[in-house]
Nanobody, 116 residues
Framework: QLRLVESGGGSVKPGGSLTLSCQASGFGVSSFDLRWYRQVSGKERESVARIASVTGYRHYADFVKGRFIITRDDLKMTVTLQMNALTPDDTAVYYC?????????WGRGTQVTVSS
């Protein structure tokens, strides 16, 4: 069983930055696609960023392009989301996600609040 634990959430003012980290345990993640999702209360969970296994191909949702950067370290078994130029619209619970074939895993999430 792969376990994912997010950290780094918190409160920040508009224009600020936060870095989220997701630590995996259980077994290696090098063959997993890794993603960050977010969810606002009452709304559907939405994909924020994705980084593929092997190739390291990155894909971002349009609403974070140019502001967020996703990276992975397969030796440390982490995936990180650097978030810059945050706005109140980025306020949400952010979830780490890993997928390989038909197996998928979620973290429990970390709250990010952007407010003046």
């Amino acid at each position: 069983q792969l376990r994912l634990v997010e950290s780094g959430g918190g409160s920040v003012k508009p224009g600020g930055s936060l870095t989220l980290s997701c630590q995996a345990s259980g077994f290696g993640v090098s063959s997993f696609d890794l993603r960050w999702y977010r969810q606002v209360s009452g709304k559907e969970r939405e994909s924020v960023a994705r980084i593929a296994s092997v190739t390291g191909y990155r894909h971002y949702a349009d609403f974070v392009k140019g502001r967020f950067i996703i990276t992975r370290d397969d030796l440390k078994m982490t995936v990180t989301l650097q978030m810059n130029a945050l706005t109140p619209d980025d306020t949400a619970v952010y979830y780490c996600y890993a997928r390989r074939a038909n197996n998928e895993y979620w973290g429990r999430g970390t709250q990010v609040t952007v407010s003046s």
